[in-house]
């Protein structure tokens, strides 16, 4: 005797070899023998043998009509036996009888199983919506493997044009333009962006960098609301003609200088800061504005301001305007020891904006050496640079001159980029740089001093970071240092100016000690600043790359960093080279261009020769 049987969800035959009532020994088709619970016994019959009942139940199964079979159940629960009678309209045989089982099981759209050998049909609008669920997934599928076929090709499915981001930047591997994606990217080993590339979806390299970062920072976009400057109430006039020394493309100017001799022959250095404070109140539109972007964002040829241009430009120390501005004064003696210091909230004349590339001819190592400051500003310049040497001496930090660092300019013009370098610590640098510093100080001593909560960068052990608690910032020397000088390009800097404003008025901060809201804006803008300036350096590392292409550079020189990793002499390009063999650090080297990939912001490049032992 021969059992037809379930076991792991699946229909099996074998012949009885012993029979326990509720149990079995049973050996199957390949003659293993096992064990059976003899409720998982659908049927038991003679003829035909093993294998020929599992090849006739199965082509029974096939030739039922499933809809027919459907249409025929009762509505109520049955057993398979039943329904295999009112199918066949005879009592069905085994073969007959385990064919429509083997149906109903493999039908559980139609047939709900509700028991061994016990089926139910399903309620007409639940297999119809099943039905089209089957429908829709076949649907999808085809035009998956269209699309598949299609990428494969290099050919860009028309539906992809509108989910391009999606795909890209936050791939949803739930559609089917991903999983498509996919597959084509395993069969044709290249990246999603390279393969969308060779199908002609990414026209421009620089474009693919920046969408990604403003995808997922700017989803709303870079532009900004209509918003109203607040007015704020008429201030003091200085009597002084500030000027200010920026880049020549900068625009947020935040800070200005002044010099007055007074009656007594020393001399009163004014630090001028911008002043959005007076007309951002916390809470406004345009703090939101502020508070969400946390900082403008730089990167060569472009930047993305915090604040919108009508804001920055009722602000900004433009020359020939009057402008609000938060500022410090330092009176020093005829040996530059600061002997007094004062803050006001005041207005002053901005008589000039010199820039960088007029300035850096007249003002730079070579003229301070030589102590010729013949030329417009010059004196006053002449003052600031003696004043800053000996604040860099106040604060330990002169024989740091010794370690030249190069700072690297970007210029975009027509798609095309010129990169230059200048030696960090030049004479505009040192001025601009020392006389921050005493801010940033001064004002972060201002607010400690009176227990007026404020946000600090601090460093101890060499790890810099942002706190609500003052604490010495060792880098710099300084026994406090809050970021206060760039108000209208950092959101830090802008709640700072309000506190400190707040000390100078004598009024109630807007932020007290261990306010949540400041705890929150500090975390925000750490995590904002980290990605912006990751950005910045991306895309720095973009042009670099296309400088090589640019200039068809073939070779080039590099200084070993550590074992493989190189950074090029004359840009700021860092990267590894594997074919690089053991080489002390130092060692300046000859490199092969072999490719550049402006995709992964990376390139490939083999050593041609030692050009020194040591850089």
């Not at 330990?396 to 001159?401: A, E, H, I, V």
Request: aromatic share 8%; hydrophobic share 40%.
């Amino acid at each position: 005797m021969n059992i037809f049987y379930e076991e792991d969800g699946s229909f099996k035959v074998g012949s009885i070899m012993t029979d326990n009532t509720t149990s079995l020994q049973v050996e199957n088709l390949h003659g293993k023998r096992c064990k059976i619970k003899a409720a998982n016994v659908m049927l038991r019959f003679a003829q035909p043998g093993l294998s020929e009942f599992m090849t006739q139940a199965e082509q029974a199964a096939n030739d039922i009509d499933l809809d027919f079979l459907w249409e025929a159940c009762p509505p109520d629960e049955f057993a398979f036996e039943e329904l295999a009678q009112d199918y066949y309209g005879h009592t069905p045989t085994p073969v007959e009888a385990a064919g429509a089982l083997i149906r109903l099981h493999g039908s559980p759209m139609h047939f709900y199983k509700k028991g061994k050998g016990r089926y139910k049909a399903a309620p007409p609008d639940a297999l119809k919506a099943a039905l089209a669920s089957v429908e829709k997934k076949r649907i999808q599928a085809e035009l998956q493997a269209h699309y598949t076929d299609e990428l494969t090709q290099f050919r860009l499915p028309a539906e992809f044009s509108d989910q391009l981001r999606m795909v890209l930047y936050h791939p949803d591997r739930n559609t089917i333009e991903v999983k498509a994606l996919e597959a084509a990217c395993a069969a044709t080993h290249l990246s999603a962006a390279h393969l969308l590339e060779r199908c002609g979806a990414l026209p421009s390299s620089h474009d693919f960098h920046l969408n990604k970062f403003l995808f997922e920072n700017f989803p709303r976009g870079t532009g900004f609301p209509d918003v109203t400057v607040a007015e704020h109430p008429e201030l003091p006039k200085a009597a002084v003609n500030a000027f200010s020394i920026d880049d020549a493309t900068t625009t947020e100017i935040d800070d200005a200088f002044s010099i007055e001799t007074l009656a007594n022959g020393n001399h009163r250095i004014g630090i001028h800061i911008a002043a959005p404070a007076l007309g951002i109140a916390p809470g406004s539109e345009i703090d939101a504005i502020a508070a969400q972007r946390m900082s403008t964002v730089y990167m060569p040829g472009d930047k993305i301001t915090m604040l919108p241009d009508n804001v920055v430009q009722a602000f900004t120390l433009c020359a020939d305007k009057v402008c609000p501005a938060l500022s410090l004064y330092i009176e020093v003696n005829e040996t530059l020891e600061i002997v007094d210091s004062e803050s006001r909230i005041e207005r002053l004349h901005i008589a000039a904006n010199l820039r960088h590339d007029t300035l850096e001819p007249l003002f730079n190592d070579a003229s301070v050496a030589a102590r010729q400051f013949d030329y417009s500003y010059g004196p006053e310049l002449e003052l600031l640079w003696d004043f800053a040497n000996k604040l860099e001496a106040g604060r330990g930090k002169s024989s740091d001159n010794n370690q030249q660092q190069i700072d690297y300019t970007f210029s975009i013009e027509n798609d095309r980029v010129s990169i230059g370098h200048r030696l960090r610590g030049s004479p505009i640098d040192k001025v601009v740089s020392e006389l921050m510093i005493l801010a940033n100080s001064s004002w972060g001593k201002l607010l400690d001093d009176n227990g007026v909560a404020g946000i600090y960068r601090t460093q101890n052990n060499g790890k810099v970071k942002m706190s609500t608690v003052a604490a010495p910032h060792q880098g710099l020397g300084v026994a406090h240092y809050a970021w206060s000088s760039s108000p209208l390009r950092r959101y830090v800097d802008l709640v700072n100016q309000r506190q400190i404003m707040s000390v100078l008025r004598g009024e109630a901060p807007a932020y007290v000690k261990n306010d949540t809201a400041l705890f929150a804006i500090l975390r925000d803008f750490d995590t904002a600043y980290t990605t912006y300036n990751e950005f910045q350096r991306n895309m720095e590392r973009y042009w670099c790359l296309r400088w090589l292409q640019q200039e068809r550079i073939s070779q080039l020189d590099a200084v070993v960093l550590r074992e493989n990793l190189v950074k090029f002499v004359d840009i700021p390009l860092v990267g590894r080279v594997s074919a690089l063999p053991e080489t002390p650090p130092n060692t300046q080297v000859t490199l092969e261009i072999v490719s550049v990939d402006l995709l992964d912001l990376n390139f490939e490049a083999r050593p041609v020769a030692v050009v020194a032992g040591e850089a």
